[in-house]
């Protein structure tokens, strides 16, 4: 199997692990947290500077005062400034178990791998949004499928914990419009783009033209980014015969047509940063012949070809008297310098050979100074808006990247850290130690194996098999989770006692215990720190925290499903009822729960969609008596539609009654009926209203009721008797069977019922038949 072996010494060299060893000592982590907050720049120093002389101008500048008789402290700032700066050749591959020029694959060969697996594999790296190129292994080979197709830009997806292109892309499928042909032979190159080069390259000029060169150079070797240089003749300035620049590199070569007569031409380039040496020279095509023209950046100037027509300016210097708003001038940046660049404007003013490069006219030999150097490197890369994308890759001063490692053939291949890296690395592990109480883990980087996470391990392949696999491949949640506990209390039985437990221990119980912020705060540094040799250890401790965030939000929400019936039932054995205001309750529950399990930790509190209604109710139960807080309401999984009401029962109007008499009392007005009410159903009782578990009394509503039945009851009295008192019987039988109109002052509502008007217009069905319709029957 491959592992990274290396002795405890070389790993505490690293520097990773030596900011570890910084991190106890609080006068030495603030001075670099000092350093970080501020900007300063102490990543880009010299090799071989004396930290003394580093702490002198630190404290000179009104930094890091509290050390300067604290030699316990020196000491521990030294040590971990010396691991991450200063270093003889050749120690990158001591300590990173191979550096950039070794193939830490081991004995992997993955071109003979059938299938993406080997010993100490991490399969959740596949697919996770992170591009594991540099991680020992074949991550990034296509028997992986290119990492799940992290490696690429137009094929990474990104998740809940990691965004595409954090460590940037490393693309080798062919299969990918993004394959780069630098890393694999297989990537496409495209015919047309080499004609089209081939074309320019092989400039056509005309019967009364000469062909020339123009080389261009860049000292900081990453392009000349936004300066252009332009050639027209003097007396036709609207006619362009060139335009362009260095697009990469340190190096490059166009060409150009100039007349074959004497003429006079004028070239301008704009743009570029003190300190950086940005120089074009023009010559004809002839091997060995000497420049016509050459300047740097910015510059104005002319020169004749085929003979003297005017003065020759392009004397090969820079021209920063020109009105160029686009040129970054050593007296704009000086202020940014001074500030954020402190330790290496101090290092190059007690340097004899640096000191005199500080100004605007800068000698040539200050390009081979490397204090100089490391000063320029800052100012550009610190001080300038927005920095080159190069900063994040070139190599710190005196460390040249070996041609191995600009190549990367292959994948699983460790990159050195650039200067820029560093101090991202170093700001990572301070923001983890701030939220993660990194000094109970650091054995897992001090002793390192990445292979070996012991019971956490074992937890991430149980949680991702019970996740993706049919029939949750054979497992339970809960017994998952039992996993993840026994991590935490130490008592796992893992075979390999080489692991770092205690280590194990202090990580699976942030996790157990706070899973939230400590997820949160491992993808926060996750997103900081480098793909780099220096923090290889630091960087693989945090996707195995991310993996193990991962494994637990695949099952918290189902280990609760699993154990809340258990618990239920053995809290009313035991206590008749449950109340979790009783605090023995709360502590029996979080105990086992008489045996039903372990008690489930949660990545989030976002089950109510995942678990049924009743197992969430019962721990929002437990969180307001045991906890004192509220969980956030879901609705359940299945939506319940709302309640239909029933429609209302129409109420017969009562007739319209007439005036009343002076003799009658007012008519009380009928009383108004109440709104429906349905009471709600059980399934759509709020989360919040969690069910109480012991047994409850009927409730009456006895007053309300009685009170209805008064209502109701006086509405009937009244109606009848309204319907008794204006109507006279006698008096109706009277005028039916006798006939006659009604005496003066009487009311006229019964005159149409006498037997010469016809039929009558009301006849009750109770009553006899008239005389006159009994007269033939009686015959």
Not at 424 to 434: A, D, L
Not at 448 to 470: I, K, R, S, V
Not at 598 to 624: M, T, V
Request: aromatic fraction near 8%.
């Amino acid at each position: 199997s491959r592992t990274v072996q290396q002795s405890g010494e070389a790993s505490a060299q690293a520097c990773d692990a030596a900011f570890l060893q910084c991190i106890p000592h609080q006068k030495c982590i603030t001075c670099f947290s000092t350093m970080q907050t501020e900007e300063i720049d102490w990543a880009n120093i010299v090799p071989e500077t004396p930290c003394l002389d580093v702490l002198g101008y630190l404290t000179n500048g009104g930094h890091c005062n509290d050390m300067t008789n604290d030699q316990e402290e020196k000491d521990a700032f030294c040590n971990t400034f010396d691991s991450c700066v200063v270093w003889d050749e050749g120690d990158d591959a001591e300590v990173a178990g191979g550096g950039a020029a070794s193939n830490v694959t081991g004995a992997i060969d993955c071109d003979s791998l059938e299938k993406c697996e080997w010993e100490g594999m991490h399969a959740a790296f596949l697919g996770d949004g992170l591009c594991h190129d540099s991680v020992p292994g074949c991550y990034n080979h296509k028997v992986c499928d290119f990492d799940g197709g992290d490696c690429c830009e137009d094929t990474c997806k990104s998740t809940d914990y990691v965004e595409c292109g954090i460590d940037g892309y490393a693309c080798r499928d062919p299969a990918s419009s993004n394959c780069d042909p630098s890393r694999s032979s297989e990537c496409p190159v495209s015919g047309g783009d080499a004609d089209s080069a081939s074309e320019e390259e092989q400039v056509q000029c005309g019967a009364d033209e000469t062909l020339y060169r123009v080389n261009m150079y860049d000292s900081w070797g990453d392009g000349w980014d936004n300066s252009v240089l332009t050639v027209t003749p003097k007396d036709d300035p609207n006619k362009i015969v060139f335009t362009g620049g260095l697009e990469s590199g340190s190096e490059g070569m166009k060409q150009l047509c100039l007349s074959r007569t004497p003429a006079c031409y004028s070239a301008k380039i704009g743009g570029g940063v003190w300190g950086n040496e940005v120089s074009w020279d023009i010559k004809p095509n002839n091997s060995g012949a000497r420049p016509v023209a050459e300047g740097g950046a910015p510059d104005e100037c002319e020169f004749s070809v085929a003979g003297e027509v005017c003065l020759n300016t392009c004397d090969g210097k820079p021209d920063t008297t020109i009105n160029d708003p686009d040129y970054k001038s050593f007296k704009d940046l000086s202020n940014c310098i001074s500030t954020k660049c402190v330790l290496l404007m101090k290092a190059c003013e007690d340097d004899e050979s640096c000191n005199p490069c500080l100004g605007e006219t800068i000698p040539d030999y200050c390009f081979a100074n490397d204090n100089y150097n490391a000063l320029v490197n800052c100012a550009i890369c610190t001080c300038t808006d927005p920095a080159p994308f190069f900063c994040e890759e070139k190599a710190r001063p005196g460390n040249e990247p070996s041609p191995n490692e600009e190549e990367a053939s292959e994948t699983g291949q460790l990159k050195q850290c650039s200067a820029d890296q560093t101090l991202k690395g170093s700001s990572s592990v301070i923001k983890f130690n701030e939220c993660s109480d990194i000094d109970t883990i650091s054995a897992i980087i001090t002793s390192y194996d990445e292979n070996n996470f012991g019971a956490l391990d074992t937890f991430e392949a149980c949680a991702h098999a019970f996740q993706n696999e049919p029939l949750h491949g054979g497992k339970k949640a809960l017994d998952c989770m039992g996993i993840l506990h026994s991590a935490k209390e130490g008592t796992s039985t893992e075979a390999n006692t080489e692991a770092p437990t205690e280590a194990i221990s202090a990580l699976a119980s942030h996790l157990y215990n706070d899973a939230e912020d400590f997820c949160n705060c491992a993808i926060a540094s996750n997103n900081d720190a480098p793909m780099c040799s220096d923090f290889i250890h630091f960087k693989t401790l945090l996707m195995e925290s991310l993996d193990a965030c991962q494994a637990l939000d695949e099952i918290d929400c189902d280990a609760w499903a699993d154990f809340h019936e258990p618990c239920k039932s053995n809290l009313l054995t035991m206590f008749n009822q449950i109340n979790f205001d009783a605090q023995e309750q709360c502590e029996f529950a979080t105990s086992g729960c008489g045996g039903a399990g372990p008690f489930p930790a949660f990545r989030k509190l976002d089950c109510g969609h995942e678990i049924s209604k009743q197992a969430w109710d019962f721990y929002n139960l437990f969180s307001r008596g045991c906890l004192g807080t509220e969980t956030p309401d879901a609705p359940n999984s299945t939506p319940v539609p709302p309640p239909v009401p029933n429609p209302p029962v129409p109420t017969p109007e009562p007739p319209t009654p007439g005036p009343p008499s002076p003799a009658e009392p007012p008519q009380p007005e009928p009383a108004k009926p109440k709104p429906y009410y349905a009471p709600p159903d059980d399934d759509d009782t709020d989360a919040r209203d969690a069910p109480s578990y012991a047994p409850s009394k009927p409730k009456h509503h006895f007053f309300g009721r009685f009170f209805i039945f008064v209502v109701v009851c006086g509405a009937g009295y009244w109606y009848h008797k309204r319907r008794s008192d204006t109507f006279d019987f006698m008096q109706y039988r009277h005028r039916r069977n006798y006939g006659g109109g009604a005496p003066p002052g009487e009311s006229e509502m019964y005159s149409g019922l006498t037997m010469e008007s016809g039929a009558s217009s009301f006849e009750p069905p109770t009553l006899p038949p008239p005389p006159s319709a009994m007269e033939g029957q009686m015959l």
